[in-house]
C-alpha cells in the first residue's frame, strides 16, 4: 500500500498490500498485523458493498500471520471456582484443580 497518498483501492494490488503487511510484520507481533488486516478486509468488503470499484478483492486469509497458541490476553486459570451469592455477598463453593 505504499502507492501514492491517494490512490483508489482499485489500484491498490494484493503484491502491494502483502508488502505493506510483511513490513508491519517485521515491527509488530503477527496478532497485530492480523488485526489490521481485518481492518483492512473491512474496508474493503464496505467499499464493495456500497457498489464502490475496489478491482479484484485481495486474499485476506492468505495474508494472515501465525499466532501465538496461548494469547496473553486471555485468562488462564489452572483452577475451578464455583461460587454463589448471598446476602449481597460472593460466596466460593469449591475450587477444584483442572
Known amino acids: ?3 501514492a497518498p491517494h490512490a483508489f483501492i482499485s489500484d491498490i494490488s ?3 498490500i502483502g508488502d ?3 513490513h508491519r510484520a517485521a515491527l509488530v507481533s503477527g496478532s497485530s498485523v492480523n488485526r489490521e488486516i481485518d481492518v ?3 474496508l474493503w468488503r464496505f467499499a464493495d458493498h456500497s457498489k464502490y470499484d475496489i478491482g479484484e ?6 495474508m494472515r500471520y501465525a499466532e501465538r497458541d496461548n494469547d496473553p490476553r486471555k485468562l488462564q486459570s489452572q483452577k475451578k471456582i464455583s461460587c454463589s451469592m ?3 455477598r460472593i460466596i466460593i463453593l469449591s475450587s477444584n484443580s483442572r
Open 20 to 22: 505493506y503487511f510483511r
Open 40 to 42: 483492512a478486509r473491512a
Open 57 to 62: 478483492m485481495p486474499d485476506w486469509g492468505g
Open 1 to 3: 500500500m505504499r502507492s
Open 86 to 88: 448471598r446476602s449481597g
Open 14 to 16: 494484493q503484491v502491494a
